[in-house]
């Protein structure tokens, strides 16, 4: 049986690790539900944090069971105020496979004033509040709600910009809105007191107050595929709080809210993205309405784990899919079922390891791949890739398997 194993070859291991990935990828969608569906009040055992962004009602626990000690003063009551006039409440309506057929769901997210012109209002939000939607709007009181267009996207970042125009916002609620005034999020320190402004769980919830204090200044989490520098606080963020605003003592925007802590057992440890990482994405969204990231340019791919790899007897590494004729990296010589350990002598053990080494580079730089490739796998070569704009490309999150 084992010689059996040896004389596979790597297109027959490339099949059974795919169909093994692919159904381990259905029983877990399978098992999930029923967990769900049969033993929806159980505590989770794992002690690995899962993170979870709170875009729209659907993901997130939806309780703050610890408050902060935090003296309040009449000074705070006038900051929540200002800052309730930057935040409005984005409702986006995404399509659903149902047992039904098709159905049109409706999500709900908050964003913040960016700039305002007597023609339209430009508004900031994440990527995943608005992410498959097919329509956009800003919802202000039961049927009350105009039309946004999106402006960009920028899903790395989780960062996007959606506008709309002037002239179709009640008036009494032009009045009420103004832009936000940045704040200086490198200056923050753990203990600092911050506050969150949303649209919280439900519409009938809009322009909620959360306050807390920052919990940590530079914490990295995943999820979705992405690997984010964020900033943590004790300030409830819930779903629909994301694309909302967390602000200093002064009013000040210092952060986009963005995730938590997604485990019955934890309370308190919600997550933002800080102004200074934020402002300069939304810039770019605002002026071009997309930002270039630098690729790979191959089209679908993910990782083999150190447990599929011992199972099937094949390197740790990004193993390819997919990948078009004409690229870049197809000229590299680059093929379907290649497996890339290193690149610049840096190993791949996760999608994170990649991240981390394209974000070190632009556009045009030329990196060194270590590639293994034969029907045992044991056949090492390097290759030298110029990288390419994600433009167009699927990676991460959109590979072929989806990450958590």
């Known amino acids: 049986m084992q010689g059996e194993k040896k004389q596979l070859t790597a297109g027959a291991k490339f099949?059974?690790?795919?169909?093994?990935?692919?159904?381990?990828?259905?029983?877990?969608?399978?098992?999930?539900?029923?967990?769900?569906?049969?033993?929806?009040?159980?505590?989770?055992?794992?002690?690995?944090?899962?993170?979870?962004?709170?875009?729209?009602?659907?993901?997130?626990?939806?309780?703050?069971?610890?408050?902060?000690?935090?003296?309040?003063?009449?000074?705070?009551?006038?900051?929540?105020?200002?800052?309730?006039?930057?935040?409005?409440?984005?409702?986006?309506?995404?399509?659903?496979?149902?047992?039904?057929?098709?159905?049109?769901?409706?999500?709900?997210?908050?964003?913040?004033?960016?700039?305002?012109?007597?023609?339209?209002?430009?508004?900031?939000?994440?990527?995943?509040?608005?992410?498959?939607?097919?329509?956009?709007?800003?919802?202000?009181?039961?049927?009350?709600?105009?039309?946004?267009?999106?402006?960009?996207?920028?899903v790395d970042a989780d960062l996007a910009v959606i506008k709309v125009q002037v002239k179709d916002i009640p008036e009494d609620k032009l009045k009420e809105m103004q832009p936000a005034?940045?704040?200086?999020?490198?200056?923050?320190?753990t203990g600092d007191v911050c506050m969150v402004v949303g649209c919280p769980y439900s519409m009938e919830f809009e322009d909620s107050v959360t306050l807390g204090i920052i919990g940590g200044t530079e914490r990295e989490i995943s999820y979705d595929g992405k690997t984010m520098t964020v900033m943590q606080t004790d300030a409830a963020i819930n779903p629909g709080n994301?694309?909302?605003?967390?602000?200093?003592?002064?009013?000040?925007?210092?952060?986009?809210?963005?995730?938590?802590?997604?485990?019955?057992?934890?309370?308190?440890i919600c997550f933002f993205i800080p102004?200074?990482?934020?402002?300069?994405?939304?810039?770019?969204?605002?002026?071009?309405?997309s930002i270039d990231h630098p690729s790979l340019g191959i089209d679908s791919f993910d990782i083999i784990s150190e447990a599929m790899a011992e199972i099937y007897e094949v390197p740790v590494g990004l193993?390819?899919?997919?990948?078009?004729?004409?690229?870049?990296?197809?000229?590299?010589?680059l093929q379907t079922s290649d497996i890339i350990t290193e690149i610049d002598g840096t190993p791949i053990h996760e999608l994170s390891d990649l991240d981390t080494i394209l974000d070190s580079h632009k556009i045009g730089d030329v990196v060194e791949l270590t590639v293994v490739r034969g029907p045992d796998y044991d056949h090492t070569f390097a290759v030298k890739l110029e990288l390419v704009s994600s433009k167009g490309q699927e990676e991460g999150s959109g590979s072929f398997f989806e990450n958590p």
């Open 15 to 154: 099949r059974r690790i795919l169909l093994c990935m692919l159904g381990s990828a259905i029983c877990g969608t399978i098992i999930g539900i029923l967990l769900i569906v049969f033993y929806p009040e159980k505590d989770k055992t794992s002690n690995k944090p899962a993170y979870s962004v709170a875009d729209n009602g659907y993901s997130g626990n939806s309780t703050q069971k610890l408050v902060s000690p935090i003296v309040l003063d009449d000074t705070l009551h006038t900051v929540a105020e200002e800052a309730q006039k930057t935040v409005v409440t984005v409702m986006s309506m995404v399509g659903q496979e149902t047992v039904l057929g098709p159905q049109t769901a409706t999500g709900i997210g908050s964003g913040v004033i960016y700039s305002m012109d007597q023609a339209e209002v430009c508004i900031m939000t994440n990527a995943h509040v608005i992410e498959g939607a097919t329509k956009v709007y800003l919802y202000f009181d039961p049927g009350i709600s105009i039309p946004a267009e999106v402006q960009g996207t920028d």
């Open 181 to 189: 005034e940045w704040g200086d999020s490198d200056a923050l320190r």
């Open 242 to 268: 994301s694309g909302g605003a967390v602000v200093d003592k002064e009013g000040h925007l210092i952060g986009i809210s963005s995730a938590k802590v997604q485990m019955d057992s934890v309370e308190g």
């Open 319 to 333: 193993i390819i899919y997919e990948i078009s004729p004409g690229t870049k990296a197809y000229a590299a010589g």
């Open 275 to 289: 102004a200074a990482a934020a402002k300069p994405v939304l810039d770019e969204l605002v002026k071009k309405g």
